[in-house]
């Protein structure tokens, strides 16, 4: 099923390179990973995401060269598994790892379930809280079942020494995803969110639960933070804490926006001993107030999901049958808007893009490309 190689350049958006390439099939070639940087090559968490890789498909080929500035892929057949785990690294979150699986996972032979091991919260990525109450339920609207779908924390893990565990289980799509018709916003009817500490005082969460509803009460009544306070073996190996919202709309719409304490300003270089590099961490009122006016401005911008959720959207409308999608957006992501472009070399799909001027949205039409899910085991 492997198609003619695609030759791609460059170090951005690797990740979502290599899961529409998998999707889709084709084999890619990148050259110039960091050529001309002082550490060229692959990144650390790169090579740990093509392990992964290599763990959910059967009969992928990964050539890296010595210097790890040129990569072969050739994609293999999704088949899933039980039981399966996968040590993340202290370099990036799981929460960049957590997407691809989602995607991938749907359209595997067997249903997925892996243990993720590493960061459960940072600055970089969204953190898992924010997977399990806004990513999870927007498959739904694709006509994923939500009780089969399931990310349970083990445990939390700050940077930068992690210790975190997360457990995920994602059901196959028996044959294709259900097109889309999703443009109605609606209006914010409710708030919840999670305030999270691990080895620090419990009053942290309150102090920032404080914060976030001094801000967001002056809005609408209905909002609830719950706080979730880690001690001992739970609580992986480094202190942390971090607020992530949920705005709720009349339409069943999800906002999310979150703020994780910064411990380390060189997390992705692995460079933890120089401690002119760290940032003093933030007050829990600085985060609780920050984490309230993040989501106020996503709710400002509009569309049916936050910024964050563009590219998983998109890709999700393009994996569609051939029918048509629409879907409303607020403003275009730079993350949005290369994904749309990735889609158009993988998978020939094509978005027609509209701005709304009364609403400053942005609505985004396309015809499916029909996948349907070859790796599923027939009967």
């Known amino acids: ?41 692959l990144r650390n968490y790169e090579v740990s995401f093509l392990r992964l890789m290599e763990k959910v498909s059967d009969g992928c080929v990964v050539e890296i060269n010595e210097t790890g500035t040129k990569l072969r892929y050739k994609p293999g057949v999704l088949v899933g598994g039980k039981q399966l785990g996968h040590d993340c690294g202290l370099t990036r979150s799981i929460g960049y790892f957590l997407e691809a699986l989602i995607v991938l996972g749907l359209f595997g032979k067997k249903p997925l379930s892996i243990m993720l091991k590493g960061i459960t919260n940072d600055n970089k990525d969204p953190c898992v809280d924010t997977f399990r109450t806004t990513t999870l339920p927007m498959l739904k609207h694709f006509g994923i079942p939500l009780e089969d779908l399931e990310l349970k924390i083990v445990s939390r893990g700050a940077p930068p020494n992690g210790g975190g565990e997360v457990r995920l289980k994602v059901p196959i799509v028996q044959n294709s995803l259900t097109a889309v018709t999703w443009v109605d916003e609606g209006m914010v009817k409710r708030i919840r969110g999670v305030a999270y500490s691990t080895r620090v005082s419990p009053q942290m969460s309150n102090r920032m639960v404080d914060a976030c509803r001094g801000i967001l009460n002056r809005l609408l009544p209905d909002v609830y933070i719950f706080t979730d306070h880690y001690s001992g073996q739970l609580s992986g190996r480094s202190p942390g804490y971090g607020i992530s919202l ?30 002119k590099n760290q940032k003093a961490p ?63 070399d993988f998978l020939g799909v094509q978005f027609d893009i509209k701005p709304d001027p009364t609403t400053g949205t942005v609505i985004l039409t396309c015809v499916g490309c029909g996948y349907k899910n070859f790796a599923r085991k027939v009967s």
């Open 282 to 344: 933030m007050l829990p009122e600085d985060i609780g107030s920050q984490g309230a006016m993040m989501l106020l401005e996503e709710i400002k911008q509009g569309g049916v999901v936050d910024s964050t959720h563009q590219g998983l959207l998109f890709i999700l409308c393009a994996l569609c049958p051939e029918d048509v999608s629409k879907v409303r957006v607020g403003k275009l992501s730079t993350y949005g808007i290369k994904t749309l472009r990735h889609i158009k």
């Open 1 to 41: 099923m492997v198609k003619s190689t695609l030759q791609l350049r460059g170090a951005q958006h690797f990740r979502q390179r290599l899961v529409l390439s998998t999707l889709s099939g084709t084999a890619v070639r990148i050259e110039d990973i960091r050529a001309d940087d002082t550490s060229p090559g």
């Open 246 to 275: 949920v705005a709720e709309t009349t339409s069943g719409c999800l906002i999310s926006a979150e703020c994780a304490a910064n411990y380390t300003a060189n997390e992705e270089e692995g460079d933890l001993s120089d401690d």
